[in-house]
């Protein structure tokens, strides 16, 4: 398929692509879902897209210990507002409730980007001995504190764990927020048992549900759909179990799995991928999003939601009494 270069011009990105190293990638974005400038581009070889260039390693570790949730959360950045205390513990619920069967023999768990410890918490309730891991200290403190979890302060460059730790790793939204995600996923088989399952859960850039005019952000530093994500386990040594697209909510799982001997790494390139993700950029335009039936159902399920989070938050408060009532309702 061919495609515009004064749509998407091909440039030599600063980066190279993080599975195949090619600097090949064309441009798809030039702003963030904010309006505010943000070179994206999507490497012709793989499909991986990145934001190119992008900030220095000493301020994205900045940014992650200190300003991420307070751009995210606003007064949620010291500690969890009560909705979101009983939103993400329905969403560990769910998670759960997903992966159950790969987890149900799990002993050893990690939770990488943990929050507010919710689903360590969840876990540590099913008899698991679950940890996390969390750049935000804050959160930390207040997991600790509150629900008293296992959390270290601590992102996956700098935590330390000995080889074959876990049985299962666990990690949702986070690994679009890498700098070096394929270094990330190499450590997570690193600290896997073999046999042990790694569940990554990312946003989709091929995703056709949510408004495309917000489709990238500054703090996505990477941005997967399925082959991506799937070829950046295979790169690791690690085995595809299982993969689903969940198209409500635009996010994709992987659940990969470590063997005792590991597939040769792979070169990373994807043919065709670059011009499947390029095809739905310019398929799916606003108009199409603003009159398609789904958005409107999932509108009307965000107002239900927020007005089912005050029932619950003026029922059970906030902290560990909450997030009990997600995770047990």
Not at 159 to 164: G, I, K, L, M
Not at 215 to 238: D, I, P, S, V, W
Request: aromatic residues 10%; contains cysteine.
């Amino acid at each position: 398929m061919q495609f515009s270069a004064l749509k998407f011009p091909l440039v030599h990105s600063e980066q190279p692509c993080a599975l195949c190293g090619s600097h090949d990638a064309f441009v798809i974005g030039a702003k963030d879902r904010d309006g505010q400038p943000l070179r994206t581009v999507i490497s012709e070889k793989s499909g991986l897209v990145w934001t190119d260039p992008r900030p220095a390693s000493r301020e994205i570790d900045a940014f992650y210990s200190q300003l991420y949730r307070l751009s995210y959360k606003g007064a949620g950045a010291w500690r969890p507002k009560a909705k979101h205390i009983y939103r993400c513990g329905r969403g560990a619920r769910a998670r759960h409730e997903l992966w159950k069967d790969f987890l149900a023999p799990c002993r050893d768990t990690l939770d990488i980007g943990a929050s507010a410890g919710e689903m360590v918490y969840l876990l540590k309730k099913l008899g698991k001995n679950a940890r996390g891991i969390e750049p935000n200290e804050s959160y930390v403190q207040w997991a600790r504190k509150e629900l008293s979890v296992d959390i270290e302060a601590a992102t996956w460059k700098n935590a330390v764990f000995p080889e074959a730790s876990f049985d299962a790793i666990t990690s949702f939204h986070v690994f679009e927020h890498l700098e070096d995600p394929l270094g990330a996923m190499r450590r997570v088989a690193h600290w896997l048992r073999v046999g042990g399952v790694a569940i990554i859960e990312v946003p989709n850039v091929a995703g056709t549900c949510d408004n495309p005019l917000r489709r990238f952000h500054f703090a996505h530093l990477y941005n997967f759909n399925e082959a991506t994500m799937q070829m950046l386990g295979r790169k690791a040594g690690l085995e595809v179990a299982t993969s689903v697209v969940t198209p409500d909510t635009a996010a994709l799982t992987v659940v990969f799995r470590k063997s005792e001997i590991p597939a040769p790494e792979p070169a990373g390139e994807i043919p065709g991928n670059c011009a499947r993700i390029m095809s739905v950029l310019m398929d799916y335009t606003f108009c199409r999003h603003l009159f398609a039936p789904r958005t409107w159902r999932r509108f009307a399920r965000k107002h239900f939601r927020s007005v089912h989070e005050k029932i619950a938050e003026k029922r059970h408060g906030a902290g560990r009494a909450l997030l009990d009532a997600a995770i047990d309702s």
